[in-house]
């Protein structure tokens, strides 16, 4: 079972950044792709940012601009930068690694934008 952690969540200021990480257990080369979902208060869970293992990547309108994927496959790791935080990026984010067949989801890490 393939275990993925997150980290690096927790409370900014507005205008401010933060970079969460995500571990996998094992090598994330064999997933066709690696995202990050978040999911607000009373809201469903939404996608935020996808990396393909050929590395490309797509963004939801909302980030667009302002949060950056990446993927370093040697340390089966998964970055994403986050600038100009706003309060409405408030949510549990989520990381996860997906092939044709299946897909694993992280516990999430908590990121609050607020003064």
Known sequence: QVQLVESGGGLVQPGGSLRLSCAASESISRFGYMGWYRQAPGK????V???TSGGSR?????VKGRFTISRDNAKNLV????????PEDTAV??????????SYWGQGTQVTVSS
């Open 44 to 47: 469903q869970r939404e996608w």
């Open 49 to 51: 940012a996808t990396v």
């Open 58 to 62: 797509n963004y939801a309108d909302s």
């Open 79 to 86: 970055y994403l930068q986050m600038n100009s935080l706003k």
């Open 93 to 102: 984010y989520y990381c996860k690694a997906g092939t044709p067949l299946t």
